[in-house]
């Protein structure tokens, strides 16, 4: 039977979040671009050093695309968040855009509380028995089992040293690698919250990106014109 304290650890960390960020931003800020710009330059490097061996040994290291494919997810997992927290979330907006500025903000609230909505079915559908749904389970409930059988990776081991001196098994345990799966749509239904309340407040008009070509053009504009 399923418990819940991954829940409460969840809630902990998005606590310890929110308190970070309000006395220090820029520390949070930083430590959020260098995680996905060491799990992406991981990946390059994996894949390159790989592509060597192969090619030019004959060689290689099997549990390679393994853990490339778990880099990646990692990346895309925790980088949703942070693409929300930043908008660099790809959107269309002209419809509402051309709607009177007070039901414009409702709706880009409404957009914030939907994709909020979305990481908590994912998180876990189990609430949606109070509305009547039929749906159960859930990214935590996956990963729980996971973590109650201590089931490994196929292919992805732990190096010789670490087994011999962690005592490890030699698996790579499946709730490891897929740790950042309740962890990434948890932060995703926080900072869907934070921007919610941010475009309530006044403090952000949607929840993605604003208008880049615009931008470009209106930054250019001058440049443009001097050469003229």
Same mark, same amino acid.
């Given at each position: 039977m399923p418990t819940y304290w991954p829940f409460f650890a969840?809630?902990? $960390?998005?606590?310890?979040?929110?308190?970070?960020?309000?006395?220090?931003?820029?520390?949070?800020?930083?430590?959020?671009?260098?995680?996905? *710009?060491? #799990?992406?330059?991981?990946?390059?490097?994996?894949?390159?050093?790989?592509?060597?061996?192969?090619?030019?040994?004959?060689?290689?290291?099997?549990?390679? +695309?393994d853990l490339t494919r778990v880099m990646f997810a990692w990346l895309i997992l925790f980088g949703m968040s942070y693409?929300?927290? *930043?908008?660099?979330?790809? %959107?269309?907006?002209?419809?509402?855009?051309? #709607?009177?500025?007070?039901?414009?903000?409702?709706?880009a609230v409404l957009g914030a509380v939907a994709v909020f909505l979305y990481a908590?079915?994912?998180?876990?559908?189990? =609430?949606?028995?109070?509305? %009547? %749904? !039929?749906a159960r389970g859930g990214a935590? &409930?996956? =990963? !729980?089992? &996971?973590?109650?059988?201590? +089931? %490994?990776?196929?292919? $992805?081991? =732990?190096?010789? =040293?670490?087994? !011999?001196t962690f005592a490890l098994d030699e698996r790579v345990p499946r709730w490891l690698a897929y740790l950042m799966l309740p962890i990434g749509l948890a932060l995703l239904a926080y900072r869907a919250l934070e921007a919610g309340w941010q475009i309530a407040t006044g403090h952000r008009e949607v929840i993605i990106a604003g208008h880049e070509a615009e931008q470009l053009v209106a930054d250019n504009r001058n440049s443009v014109s001097d050469e003229d």
């Open positions: 969840l809630l902990a $960390l998005v606590v310890l979040i929110h308190l970070v960020e309000r006395m220090r931003p820029g520390l949070l800020v930083m430590i959020e671009e260098h995680i996905l *710009a060491l #799990l992406l330059a991981g990946m390059v490097l994996i894949s390159f050093a790989q592509v060597v061996a192969r090619y030019g040994f004959n060689s290689g290291w099997t549990g390679a +695309l693409g929300l927290k *930043a908008g660099l979330h790809l %959107g269309v907006d002209v419809i509402i855009r051309m #709607l009177p500025r007070r039901l414009f903000r409702i709706c908590a079915i994912l998180l876990s559908a189990d =609430w949606l028995s109070v509305f %009547g %749904g !039929q935590v &409930f996956y =990963w !729980q089992r &996971f973590f109650n059988t201590g +089931l %490994g990776m196929e292919m $992805l081991r =732990w190096p010789d =040293w670490m087994v !011999q």
